[in-house]
């Protein structure tokens, strides 16, 4: 149990176009879900708590505006990079809650390039 | 400020030897999850741990929280292969967020 998916796993796009990552709770509902970024070699960077109905909650020094994120049903959230730029590049991995509000279950990431 | 320190940050041993990883913090945690993730993919839970003191043991894999649930350690006994990636610890602060440590990279050789 406790199955979370993303798709695409590998997206490369150009600079300037807009992209969007879904993440879903396969077997269960969550009410919350989290979006990270990862860079090589480093630990996950929480980016902001998605609550099913709700606006976003960003992490300081994440915008609100170039990442935006949908969470519009119990098994179904969406991450929108706006105007991707190289920098944007990174490993974008979701997570999401079951019952247990301190375990989260993790998606298999997905893999943004931007040229 | 990274809250959760891990140590060290990588680890190359042969296959059969015992390690530990650390992970301290001088904040309180309401409960501690250490992650396992390999490249390419997400991290996959291995353990919660949420008492002062608790130890859990999966397999080969021993798991502790410290009593004031400021630290805790992951040992791994007679490692394999198959145990190398990226180790996380995470820990929780009566929110649902997790703050997650920085990560300690293993790597066993056969």
């Known amino acids: 149990g406790a199955v979370v998916s993303q798709h695409p796993s590998r997206v490369i796009c150009k600079s300037g176009t807009s992209v969007k990552i879904e993440c879903r709770s396969l077997d269960f509902q969550a009410t919350t879900m989290f979006w990270y970024r990862q860079f090589p070699k480093q630990s996950l960077m929480l980016m902001a708590t998605s609550n099913e109905g709700s606006k976003a909650t960003y992490e300081q020094g994440v915008e609100k505006d170039k ?3 949908n969470h519009a049903s119990l098994t179904l959230s969406t991450l929108t990079v706006t105007s991707a730029h190289p920098e944007d590049s990174s490993f974008y991995i979701c997570s999401a809650n079951e019952r247990n509000i301190y375990e989260q279950y993790f998606g298999p990431g997905t893999r943004l390039t931007v040229t | ?15 059969g030897e015992n390690l530990t990883v650390y992970c301290n913090s001088s904040s309180v945690f309401s409960s501690l999850q250490w992650y396992r993730q390999e490249p390419g993919e997400g991290p996959v839970l291995l353990v919660t741990v949420v008492t002062g003191g608790e130890v859990k043991k999966l397999k080969r894999l021993t798991f502790q929280f410290g009593d004031a649930r400021k630290d805790s350690s992951l040992h791994i006994t007679a490692a394999q292969p198959g145990d190398t990636g990226l180790y996380l610890c995470a820990g929780a602060r009566n929110t649902d967020k997790l703050i997650f440590g920085t990560g300690t990279r293993l790597q066993v050789f056969p």
């Open chain 1, 67 to 69: 990442f935006l994120i």
């Open chain 2, 1 to 15: 400020t990274q809250l959760l320190e891990q140590s060290p940050q990588f680890l190359s041993i042969q296959e």
